[in-house]
């Protein structure tokens, strides 16, 4: 069974623009799950997609968000970048919203602002 | 909020050493408690966990033991291994709204020399 995928692995971009991160979940699971990695803040929740619906919300800026497609794909936008998002992004999916569902984490996307 | 505290790393050790990473949490009501490890390069992978207290986890040779009146959920391995340097994390669920998203704590690197 492939794992989750995330593309793409690494990323540069420049203060003001704007990125798509894309997160491929396991077959068969519905629920998508981002989080962000930070030396700083350390690892904090983004946001929680189950059947295209938003579930959860972290304590992020309206910059950040997210969509879900109907195959249980699942995309993240950061609009106007700040160098303060320079991350690594971490997306995990499970087959159901609670914790007693494993969650199952891809590699991550590095995100570097400039 | 809930939150998670973990020891301040790194953690250095020579190989067949005994581990204790220590994890304390603050929680309103009765969270469930996870270790995970994020080998370098690569996404969070589930350690372990324990959903009630008293409740043992183990894996790969690591417990921990769910401690209500100590509000603490320390992971031990009686000797560690080189494969075993990695980056612990110390996770407890957060009940919200029907949803359960993960808190974890900052991250203990740990070094295994042979």
């Known amino acids: 069974k492939a794992g989750v995928t995330q593309t793409p692995r690494y990323l540069i971009k420049t203060r003001g623009q704007q990125v798509t991160l894309s997160c491929s979940p396991i077959?068969?699971?519905?629920?998508v799950s981002w989080y962000q990695q930070t030396p700083g803040q350390g690892l904090q929740f983004l946001f929680e997609?189950?059947?295209?619906?938003?579930?959860n919300k972290g304590n992020f800026p309206g910059r950040f968000s997210g969509r879900q497609f109907s195959n249980s794909r699942s995309e993240m936008n950061v609009s106007t970048l700040e160098l303060g998002d320079s991350a690594l992004y971490l997306c995990?999916?499970?087959?159901?919203?609670?914790?007693?569902?494993?969650?199952?984490f891809g590699p991550g996307t590095r995100l570097t602002v400039t | 909020g809930n939150s998670v505290t973990q020891m301040e790393g790194p953690v250095t050790l020579s190989e067949e050493a005994f581990l204790t990473i220590n994890c304390t949490y603050t929680?309103?009501?009765?969270?469930?408690l996870f270790w995970y490890v994020q080998y370098p390069g690569e996404g969070l992978q589930l350690l372990l966990k324990?959903?009630?207290?008293?409740d043992k986890g183990s894996n790969k040779g690591f417990e921990a033991t769910y401690r209500k009146e100590t509000t603490s959920f320390h992971l031990e391995k009686g000797s560690v291994q080189v494969s075993d340097s990695a980056v612990y994390f110390c996770?407890?669920?957060?009940?919200?709204?029907?949803?359960?998203?993960?808190?974890f704590g900052k991250g203990t690197k740990l070094t295994v020399n042979p």
């Open positions: 995990a999916s499970s087959s159901g919203l609670s914790p007693s569902y494993e969650q199952y």
């Open positions: 077959s068969g699971h519905r629920s």
């Open positions: 997609y189950f059947s295209e619906t938003q579930r």
């Open positions: 929680a309103t009501g009765y969270p469930s």
């Open positions: 324990a959903t009630k207290a008293d």
């Open positions: 996770a407890l669920s957060d009940p919200q709204g029907g949803s359960e998203k993960l808190v």
